[in-house]
């Protein structure tokens, strides 16, 4: 084959996965390039909360909080629910915890644990813990990235989800610590980039020193195998159609396919859903690989898999498109409901609402819990608002519907109104007691930390739904670059092809590759942490031969 160019490593994709696995391969002195489809560096990765999730690590212990190796994979045995791979499973915990130390005490990227807050089951299932395994990294000052600055991803859907840390959120929750609003306009004026933006600028400047070479609005079109291995790829680069070879490999790390609709239906079973993630997350890596005999694997049902409910705003666009806005459930003065105006699940955890309203029954219907709507009142409205408006704020045009009370709301919404009436006026019982007799509403931790208002003393997540006007928010399901299917690898993350075989030369990391590590369950953070460690996992692969090193050697 005739190269218009070589390299040693061609990542495809700049999130968590692809630019981690550039870094590695480029600290151990391969020549790397990295082609992004998007304008900008980062990912889906520079719009998420920027949380890595990991257990057993030198960070907590530092800090007096550790645990057992054991510990934690006795957790994970809980999570997965039978779906995790063993082989997999042990090299997350060990992978990553020699990824993490390479990424912080190698390069230099600083993490920190997020103090104080709980795993998402805490303290219901077996080995969870009450903090510890959740991190993120320090404020990236966005002024070192020079002429890169522009050019790497933040949220396009306000600096709320760029410019604030867990830890400043759990401080203000339980602490008594600042107002999170005074810590974003500190942030801003400090040209700090924090969470996902934050970790996203950590890889790129660590990238950008060691001479990795980034392309955007680049896509990779078509993977070359000669001689059963992955030798380059086709590349859309802005000066034309380019063949590059890869001398040791590449790594697909382009994500999910929230954009793809055939691949929604076919591996989410949602015939309708939304997308907070760029437009350019269309299942690229599935066509890619198909050219290596690899093929999509599920490693979990779509229930299981971390699809949120959320709402459209008509009046927001956010990349040429409508904007969807994922929702986090669990404020006082709202509840959600069915059809029928029941509430059907712990709304102040979202892991339960997106379990609960994926439930099939072919006698009720096919899915009774589903559509749902979002009800509150003004106090809601006042106090803590629906994004994009703030507290306070009128509720966004053409997001809700509106009434003076609840039988008009629901009849205008298209709800049961004996049923909405009946479980509003519960709802306030348990308001007034501080108790959720129902599901338990305000009893997890985690969702009491996200989602309450310290303010309300008897039950942070519960407040009565009594004040004129009421409005209601019919919900849909909005995807957030985490699927159900993804490539199979191996435990150096190389690509599996349909008749068990890795492939060689080809890889892949992060949301691209099955969930065969975590299998049926998620905690928030996993998805970035797998980034990394695939990524890598797989550069130290290619360039090492394979196998875990200790960084440093």
Not at 107 to 113: A, S
Not at 343 to 368: H, I, L
Not at 471 to 485: H, K
């Amino acid at each position: 084959m005739v190269w218009d160019r070589e390299v040693d490593v061609l990542c495809v994709g700049s999130g968590a996965g692809g630019m981690c696995a550039a870094v590695t391969a480029a600290e151990d002195g391969a020549a790397v390039l990295v082609v992004e489809k998007d304008a900008k560096a980062g990912g889906v990765q520079a719009l998420s909360s920027g949380q890595v999730w990991l257990g057993a690590t030198h960070l907590q212990s530092a800090l007096g909080i550790g645990e057992t190796r054991a510990q934690f994979a006795h957790y994970l045995d809980n999570l997965s629910q039978g779906l995790a791979i063993p082989a997999m499973r042990d090299m997350f915990i060990d992978g990553g915890n020699e990824a993490l130390r390479f990424l912080g005490e190698r390069i230099g990227i600083p993490f920190e644990v997020v103090r104080d807050l709980p795993d998402y089951f805490f303290p219901r299932v077996s080995g969870s813990r009450a903090e510890g395994r959740y991190m993120e990294v320090k404020p990236f000052p966005g002024s070192s990235l020079g002429e890169w600055a522009p050019k790497c991803g933040t949220s396009p859907y306000g600096d709320g989800y760029s410019y604030t840390m867990s830890n400043e959120w759990v401080a203000m929750q339980i602490r008594g610590g600042r107002f999170i609003g005074d810590c974003l306009l500190d942030h801003l004026a400090a040209d700090e980039r924090c969470a996902g933006a934050g970790l996203a600028a950590w890889l790129l400047k660590a990238a950008l020193d060691r001479k990795v070479e980034v392309l955007l609005e680049s896509p990779a079109t078509e993977l070359i195998c000669e001689g059963g291995r992955v030798t380059g790829a086709v590349v859309a680069a802005a000066r034309g159609m380019q063949r590059i070879g890869a001398r040791r490999g590449i790594v697909l790390a382009t994500s999910g396919y929230d954009w793809n609709a055939n691949l929604v239906r076919a591996y989410e079973a949602l015939p309708e859903s939304g997308s907070m993630c760029p437009p350019t997350v269309q299942g690229d890596h599935f066509s890619l690989a198909a050219a290596a005999g690899a093929i999509p694997t599920a490693a979990r049902a779509p229930s299981q898999t971390p699809i949120f409910v959320g709402y459209p705003v008509p009046s927001e666009t956010v990349h040429g498109r409508l904007s969807h806005r994922m929702l986090l459930p669990g404020s006082p003065h709202s509840m959600i409901v069915n059809a029928k105006g029941e509430r059907f699940c712990d709304d102040g955890f979202y892991p339960d609402v997106a379990v609960k309203v994926a439930r099939f029954d072919g006698v009720d219907k096919g899915m009774p819990n589903w559509p749902a709507w979002l009800i509150f009142d003004d106090d809601f409205r006042e106090k803590y608002g629906l994004l994009p408006a703030y507290p306070g704020q009128p509720i966004p045009p053409g997001t809700a519907v509106q009434a003076q009370s609840l039988e008009e709301l629901a009849q205008a919404a298209g709800i049961e109104p004996r049923g909405l009436a009946a479980t509003a006026s519960r709802l306030n019982e348990f308001a007034a007691g501080g108790v959720d007799e129902d599901f338990g509403r305000g009893s997890v931790p985690w969702g009491r930390i996200m989602t309450g208002d310290p303010r309300r003393t008897a039950n942070w997540n519960l407040g009565p739904i009594a004040r004129p006007p009421f409005y209601a928010v019919r919900l849909e399901r909005v995807i957030m670059g985490v699927p159900t299917a993804g490539l199979q690898i191996d435990t150096h993350a190389q690509v599996v092809n349909a008749r068990g075989l890795p492939v060689p030369g080809l890889y892949a990391a992060g949301n691209s590759a099955a969930w065969t590590d975590i299998g049926g369950g998620y905690n928030s953070g996993i998805a970035n942490m797998r980034g990394l460690l695939q990524g890598y996992l797989s550069a130290r692969h290619m360039t090492r031969g394979g196998g875990l090193v200790s960084p440093g050697k």
